[in-house]
């Protein structure tokens, strides 16, 4: 078993809620490159030859696994990019928890790209768990850029699940899912920003089989003067049906942006978005701040329960 040291054994705390094992199916990528891996029986890693990255095989016979393949950089000035496949056979039902952490004690900038493709069989069951995280004493910035691809087969159902909520100065995230018939799609998206980072994402879901649905729900909070930007386009061709619901709570001098995209190529496809920006309620203050909190604790109760 490798032996972490202590920063990163505190960044995979901060990523990993599930706590990060050297057991079973895991990658732990640090500095670019591979720090530690296994393979269990029906999960298999293998690192790509032609580029940087891991394709992990998921058979069919997975049933209620977790695979781990968390990224850790603390190298000031190191951009670290990474292409990871994933095939996962007919049948399987896993967990997939990914995130990347960036502890930048330096001046320069450290940014992680992680491009993320994922071949869905049908009758799947995939649950897809990436947190992002940056801390350090440094004035470097920390950027991190992930590209997620999803090619979603008959009847499967796919979760994605991304929290991005302390540290990060900048990031542009991009995902892509296409949808056959019968397969269902469920984005839970939770976001903060504060000081003057920037947050832009952009999701695009396609619904080309008949019985398809999406359900996207995207939280925000943004404090100080950062900036963010979530632009949703969802564009179905069959019978099909998405709910976009994007919802931010806006402070201080930040700025935010929700930009919907809908569209509809079939009669019967039905799609709908739905937009609220707006501040934290006066009363709802008030209320904690007679059970004795300060301000700024009954802030940090109203965020922490709007994000969950």
């Known amino acids: 078993m490798m032996t972490l040291d202590e920063i990163t054994k505190k960044v995979l705390e901060q990523i990993d809620a599930s706590g990060f094992k050297q057991s079973g199916a895991f990658?732990?990528?640090?500095?670019?490159?591979?720090?530690?891996?296994?393979?269990?029986?029906?999960?298999?890693?293998?690192?790509?030859?032609?580029?940087?990255?891991?394709?992990?095989?998921?058979?069919?016979?997975?049933?209620?696994?977790?695979?781990?393949?968390?990224?850790?950089?603390?190298?000031?000035?190191?951009?670290?990019?990474?292409?990871?496949d994933f095939y996962i056979e007919e049948g399987a039902n896993v967990t997939i928890v990914a995130g990347c952490g960036i502890h930048n004690s330096g001046c320069?900038?450290?940014?992680?790209?992680?491009?993320?493709?994922?071949?869905?069989?049908?009758?799947?069951?995939?649950?897809?768990?990436?947190?992002?995280?940056?801390?350090?004493?440094?004035?470097?910035?920390?950027?991190?850029?992930?590209?997620?691809?999803?090619?979603?087969?008959?009847?499967?159902?796919?979760?994605?699940?991304?929290?991005?909520?302390?540290g990060v100065d900048s990031t542009v995230r991009e995902n892509n899912v296409y949808l056959e018939a019968n397969s269902k799609?469920?984005?839970?998206?939770?976001?903060?920003?504060?000081?003057?980072?920037?947050a832009t994402s952009?999701?695009?879901?396609?619904?080309?089989?008949?019985?398809?649905?999406?359900?996207?729900?995207?939280?925000?909070?943004?404090?100080?003067?950062?900036?963010?930007?979530?632009?949703?386009?969802?564009v179905g061709k069959n019978l099909c049906h998405a709910h976009v619901q994007c919802d931010s709570i806006i402070m201080d001098h930040a700025e935010v942006s929700s930009i919907p995209e809908i569209n509809a190529k079939h009669v019967d496809a039905a799609i709908i978005h739905e937009a609220a920006i707006g501040r934290i309620n006066d009363e709802q203050l008030v209320k904690l701040r007679t059970l004795g909190m300060t301000?700024?604790?009954?802030?940090?109760?109203?965020?922490?329960?709007?994000?969950?």
């Open 27 to 84: 990658n732990l990528r640090h500095n670019g490159i591979a720090l530690c891996h296994g393979d269990s029986e029906h999960i298999k890693i293998k690192k790509k030859q032609d580029k940087q990255g891991i394709d992990i095989y998921i058979d069919g016979k997975t049933d209620g696994e977790e695979v781990h393949i968390p990224v850790v950089v603390d190298a000031t000035g190191m951009t670290d990019v990474v292409y990871n």
């Open 108 to 166: 320069n900038e450290s940014r992680h790209d992680g491009i993320h493709t994922f071949h869905v069989e049908k009758n799947c069951n995939v649950r897809y768990v990436e947190k992002h995280y940056g801390e350090g004493e440094g004035t470097g910035t920390r950027v991190l850029n992930p590209v997620t691809e999803v090619y979603l087969g008959e009847n499967s159902v796919f979760t994605l699940d991304t929290a991005q909520i302390k």
């Open 185 to 198: 799609l469920y984005v839970i998206e939770k976001l903060m920003t504060h000081g003057n980072q920037e």
């Open 202 to 234: 952009n999701m695009m879901v396609e619904m080309n089989g008949e019985g398809s649905s999406a359900q996207i729900v995207s939280r925000s909070v943004a404090k100080g003067s950062s900036r963010q930007i979530f632009h949703p386009r969802a």
């Open 295 to 308: 301000e700024e604790e009954a802030e940090g109760v109203i965020i922490e329960n709007f994000l969950n």
